[in-house]
């Protein structure tokens, strides 16, 4: 972690405060090169004492030939490896790579250098290859231990492997005091707010976090301070700076009598004694349940300790609980939300965003999906986002909320571009009962009694899972609210950000899936004014939301590409960027 803060203090704020951590490329090929050290027994002979045992040590017997250790000079050479030192002084401990340790005849230490792999190469210095300073501090660390612990260290070594060089580091006072004085920042910046990220640094490229820390972007977002208005992009945009996507889906299982198993490193489903499918669970983000299925322990404690969440839903759709490991580790961010929760003034403030965000989404979903978009309905829609962001209170925006909604879904049918003879399945699925169409005449819940309302309400369901699961990632509380108020087992914060993506996410789902054909009325079933989606529907539905939560779009503010799942966890983090001060207002999401 010192190594971490001499690099990048932000980053070592992440790693070592927050306890966040992503691999990537660089980060797995480093651990690749640490395979064999850390498999060493640890033992290291202490400074001056003769044991025989240890000298034949596994440890000791590392061939010549390992570009690693320098050929033995005489047989008093051994080398320990994974050895493990502390420092009650200064209240560091380190785990080292390699100690060459030199013997005299009785097998006590006379003196020791410690060697460290790094993937990398050296740097470029006037007098040829030099240490990085991040390696430097790391090398230094394991000497000072060295010394603290009785052992004469008068040199290191680093070995970089990318271009088979060592480059040595002699011990100096003054390389003492630097790492000390390192030491003393580094538990300062731990006690204290978040570094600012890096400007325009070339260590951010290859930085495995740079998806959460998001330096650029919170630089540009902390010189904007009005965002009524879709912001112009950035004249010299953010650096792309994101990991690749993840090839990961999300397990919907939605039949009932389904079980849930773990063999080795993969999830079996069972219906029975049938196994309908197994999946890799690398390949797996979270694992949703709707209704009847059952899950066993051991592949809960599996996805646990993957971070893997596990969502459950009633069979209708109804998200009521969540099952995850121990990844929310940072509590300063959570502190900060609480804090400001209980401010009426900031609660209003981040409200009127959000509301305003939906109600401009809501338009520019008219204009663009309408056969003939109302311009009475478009005018009263962009009158009301603006009165959004002036109301006096919760209440009042509440009010405006709800009105701007009616408007809206006034002129919803409007985008359902079906006509009845080109779909089949129109007749009554309940005896006496009316012809199930897609027409849509206004909202209606608990239960939904059309088609459309059916999927708008599991299409919710599934947005308020996928935001929750958002804001837990991002160290948030999904259940602390600005705008939607605590209400027992209501994630608040998760649907106060989902505000903005209802139209975008939910609602065109559901329009994808009518106006191309996936969904047919055949795939609902009605229960007296009750209708839901059936087994199959569901399953399409699912795919219909998933493709949508995929679809890349260009992020309006930062000018890159950027899928749907991301835009909201990005979302999430503004806003914990405005919650800690980093930029000075929340940017609604607003489509163009």
Not at 123 to 149: C, I, K, S, T, Y
Not at 166 to 180: C, F, G, N
Not at 257 to 271: A, H, M, P, Q
Not at 543 to 566: C, G, W
Request: hydrophobic share 40%.
């Amino acid at each position: 972690m010192l190594n971490e803060f001499v690099y990048c203090p932000r980053l070592f704020y992440y790693e070592h405060v927050e306890g966040v951590f992503r691999h990537n490329a660089d980060t797995v090929r480093g651990a690749a090169v640490h395979a064999r050290v850390d498999k060493g027994n640890g033992a290291l002979p202490a400074a001056g004492k003769g044991d025989e045992s240890l000298i034949a040590s596994p440890d000791d017997q590392s061939p010549a030939e390992d570009p690693l250790v320098s050929p033995p000079p005489d047989t008093n050479t051994i080398h320990s490896r994974s050895v493990s030192l502390g420092s009650e002084k200064h209240g560091v401990t380190a785990k080292m790579d390699l100690v060459e340790a030199e013997q005299d005849g009785t097998g006590g230490v006379v003196s020791v250098c410690p060697v460290d792999y790094k993937a990398g190469a050296p740097r470029e210095g006037e007098d040829g290859n030099e240490l990085w300073p991040a390696d430097r501090m790391q090398l230094g660390l394991q000497m000072l231990l060295l010394r603290e612990n009785g052992y004469l260290c008068e040199r290191g070594i680093i070995y970089y492997r990318s271009t088979k060089q060592r480059v040595s580091l002699e011990w100096t006072p003054d390389l003492e005091a630097w790492i000390v004085k390192q030491i003393a920042a580094a538990r300062s910046t731990m006690c204290g707010p978040i570094p600012p990220p890096l400007e325009g640094s070339p260590k951010c490229v290859r930085c495995s976090l740079n998806s959460v820390c998001l330096p650029d972007e919170t630089r540009l977002l902390g010189r904007v301070t009005e965002f009524a208005e879709p912001p112009a992009p950035s004249p010299v945009p953010p650096r792309r700076l994101m990991t690749p996507r993840d090839d990961s889906r999300v397990l919907y299982l939605n039949t009932p009598g389904t079980r849930v198993g773990r063999k080795d490193e993969r999830l079996v489903i069972k219906d029975g004694d049938k196994q309908l499918d197994d999946v890799r669970i690398g390949d797996v983000t979270h694992v949703a349940l709707f209704g009847n299925i059952q899950i066993s322990t051991q592949a809960i404690q599996v996805l646990c300790e993957r971070e893997v969440p596990v969502t459950y839903f009633s069979m209708g759709g109804w998200f009521y609980g969540i099952t995850r490991g121990h990844e929310l580790k940072n509590v300063f961010t959570r502190m900060e939300q609480f804090k400001f929760a209980r401010d009426p003034a900031i609660c209003l403030a981040l409200a009127r965003r959000m509301v305003f965000g939906k109600i401009r989404n809501h338009r520019t979903m008219l204009m663009r999906l309408h056969l003939e978009p109302p311009a009475p309905v478009v005018a009263k829609l962009r009158t009301m986002a603006d009165s959004a962001l002036e109301a006096g209170s919760i209440e009042e925006l509440l009010g405006t909320e709800g009105a701007a909604a009616s408007f809206y879904f006034s002129a919803f049918d409007g985008m359902l571009k079906v006509e009845e003879d080109e779909i089949p399945g129109l007749a009554p699925v309940v005896d006496d009962a009316p012809p199930l169409r897609f027409q849509f005449s206004g909202r209606n819940r608990r239960p939904p009694t059309d088609p459309v309302n059916a999927m708008l309400s599991l299409a919710y369901s599934l947005l308020a899972k996928d935001c929750t699961l958002a804001a837990m990632a991002v160290g948030l509380d999904p259940y602390v609210g600005f705008y939607h108020q605590p209400r027992f087992g209501r994630p608040a914060l998760a649907l106060d950000v989902m505000e903005e993506f209802r139209p975008l996410i939910a609602e065109s789902a559901v329009l994808t899936a009518i106006n191309n054909r996936m969904i047919l009325p055949k795939h609902f079933v009605q229960a007296g004014s009750a209708v839901n989606l059936n087994a199959a529907g569901r399953k399409l539905f699912f795919n219909a939301y998933e493709q949508r939560m995929a679809s890349l779009i260009t992020h309006p503010i930062f000018d890159y590409k950027v899928s749907y799942r991301r835009v909201i966890e990005l979302q999430f983090r503004l806003l914990a960027r405005f919650l800690t001060g980093e930029i000075p207002e929340y940017p609604p999401f607003l489509t163009r």
